[in-house]
């Protein structure tokens, strides 16, 4: 999920695949934009996590439940999977691909879509962006029954507050692939505050969703964990 000079988007700038770590967390919603069909599994058992299971040992991975346990322990011990090694973005997308034989039949169509996770950063993530750019928090807001919002504060040159956001439209390709048409960008930077850029165009394959955690693949190749956190009271 391609975009202008900041890409707040769904999927990576850059052409080589990657991963990303992000958190969402859950809300009630109007889900009018998802179908009746209930969320469910295909048919297999779903053990219980009683401990992290290493994403390198294919033969303890028994079940869902598992399989997230160990993609989340390696991302999120990695800055959300910038620092991942090639080697380990292989292992992360080998888990996620496993994964997928556990995804919903129709996960567009799954309320289980909509909710808070943080954006992957896009040009702000990038390793020249993070010489000057320090995140402070991702947000990537799903709202029923077809808004995404987008938004990156930061810190920049170490004493800088700043904010980027984005709006965009979403559209359902088919059960599993989605499309997000983007305004333009909203900078606000100290008492600056303005737009900058065109539209930009982005779309996802949702390979995996539950109560914890919602996997993307970009139309490059990027993967996306999104991890569900607790609403704040």
Not at 114 to 130: E, L, N, W
């Amino acid at each position: 999920m391609a975009a202008a000079a900041f890409s707040l988007t769904l999927s990576s700038p850059v052409s080589k695949p990657h991963t990303f770590c992000t958190s969402y967390y859950s809300k009630p919603i109007n889900a009018s934009f998802s179908a009746s069909l209930p969320c469910k599994r295909s048919p297999r058992t779903a053990l219980k996590i009683v401990r992290a299971v290493s994403i390198s040992s294919p033969d303890l991975r028994t079940g869902p439940d598992d399989l997230v346990a160990s993609i989340l322990s390696k991302v999120n011990q990695s800055d959300g999977g910038v620092s991942l090694a090639k080697e380990e973005h292989k292992e992360v997308a080998e888990v996620a691909q496993e994964l997928q034989k556990y995804c919903v039949e129709a996960p567009v169509k799954c309320p289980l879509i909509f909710g808070v996770p943080t954006s992957p950063g896009g040009g702000y993530r990038s390793a020249f962006g993070r010489l000057f750019f320090k995140t402070k928090e991702m947000i990537q807001a799903v709202e029923a029954p077809d808004t995404v919002r987008n938004k990156v504060s930061f810190t920049a040159l170490g004493f800088l507050d700043g904010e980027v956001s984005l709006k965009g439209k979403l559209n359902a390709l088919d059960e599993k692939w989605i499309q997000v048409v983007f305004e333009p960008p909203e900078l606000k930077v100290g008492g600056l505050e303005f737009r900058y850029g065109g539209q930009s165009e982005v779309k996802l394959q949702i390979t995996y969703i539950d109560e914890k955690i919602r996997l993307g693949l970009g139309s490059r190749g990027s993967l996306f964990v999104f991890q569900r956190r607790t609403q704040a009271a």
